[in-house]
């Protein structure tokens, strides 16, 4: 195991979390990111702000960590960084650094489960750089009514629609968003027949996923995996939905993001997770690519944009929403509270 000193010095080891009297469970968050220095403070803040007891920052790209280490110091109490670079990936084992960046996704969220379970932390969540959680109240107050034996809480995942080719902060400025709501298979089918096919790709409404959870840590998981862990061995896992904690994917949110996103895909650098959804999105973005700098932007607005019409009908049927999210959840955190 790698150690645990945080790259912003202070402790050589994460603290334990002290019990909270005004809410009953606490809450670790871990991340492998590859970002924007602003990008990965607003989604800290944000994050600390909503009630994270702990965050777990596994910085992907070295560089990206040294960039990090002055503006994210001074938070050791509840926040440990990783910079996951050749001397980590040895220490980490058994194997080297895997070519794979949900493998090394995987693999940190595994390290990151033992350390929240040796402070005594009650759930773990994995999530992306590109996501955000959104809770009316705190993270641990909606986790804190889940049901004694459940091992994992899932949550209700809304996919935001860019409404421009590009943000300052897509974060604080996007939001519209693509939601699933109950039947919404046949308001789906109501949408197509009156003409918004455009909507769907090959006849799906979401472009990347629609599941993320948290993982009780007193449960025998041995794995995190991405989305949800898996089974314990024995038994399987008990699974319960929280509606009260929704996930917000901004996957692709501006021009350049998508870029960033698919041009490692495209050129082979990094191998597609063989989703069908996925590798019509590449192979769509491949062919405007070659086309013109112009179809790359036209594939952008097709894939992932909404016309006009299409967003009044999909509001009509549910299948759309509006979420405003508050600036103050971006402000630098109170020093040693969560809310």
């Not at 334990?16 to 809450?27: F, I, K, L, Q």
């Not at 871990?30 to 965050?55: C, F, M, P, Q």
């Not at 974060?171 to 918004?196: H, M, N, S, V």
Request: charged letters at 25%; hydrophobic letters at 40%.
């Amino acid at each position: 195991m790698p150690s645990t000193e945080p790259l912003i010095a202070g402790r050589s080891s994460p603290p334990a979390v002290e019990p909270s009297r005004s809410r009953v469970d606490t809450v670790a968050i871990v991340i492998t990111l590859k970002s924007t220095l602003t990008e990965t403070i607003e989604w800290v803040n944000y994050h600390r702000n909503l009630g994270a007891d702990h965050i777990f920052l596994f910085f992907d790209d070295p560089a990206e960590a040294a960039e990090a280490r002055r503006p994210l110091s001074g938070r050791d109490d509840w926040l440990t960084c990783f910079s996951c670079d050749d001397e980590y990936w040895q220490k980490l084992g058994p194997e080297p650094r895997p070519p794979s960046p949900w493998r090394r996704q995987e693999l940190n969220a595994d390290l990151a489960h033992r350390l929240a379970r040796e402070m005594g932390l009650d759930w773990l969540i994995h999530i992306d750089s590109d996501e955000l959680l959104q809770v009316d109240d705190s993270l641990g107050a909606a986790l804190a009514g889940a049901p004694s034996d459940a091992d994992v809480v899932a949550f209700t995942v809304l996919e935001a629609v860019p409404e421009a080719i590009d943000y300052q902060s897509g974060f604080r400025e996007i939001t519209l968003f693509r939601t699933w709501p109950r039947a919404a298979r046949y308001r789906a089918l109501i949408a197509r027949w009156i003409g918004c096919e455009g909507a769907f790709l090959d006849g799906m409404y979401f472009r990347g996923h629609q599941l993320k959870s948290a993982i009780r840590l007193r449960s025998e998981i041995a794995n995190m995996g991405n989305h949800i862990p898996y089974e314990i061995e024995g038994r399987p896992l008990r699974t319960v939905q929280n509606p009260k904690i929704r996930l917000l994917h901004y996957d692709c949110g501006g021009y350049a993001s998508w870029l960033r996103k698919w041009l490692p895909r495209i050129e082979g650098k990094i191998k597609n997770t063989g989703e069908a959804s996925r590798d019509r999105q590449a192979t769509l973005i491949r062919e405007a690519i070659e086309r013109s700098p112009e179809g790359a932007i036209a594939a952008y607005r097709r894939i992932y944009g909404l016309r006009t019409r299409e967003k009044a009908v999909l509001r009509t049927l549910g299948l759309l929403c509006r979420i405003k999210l508050p600036s103050s959840l971006f402000a630098e955190p109170v020093s040693g509270a969560s809310r």
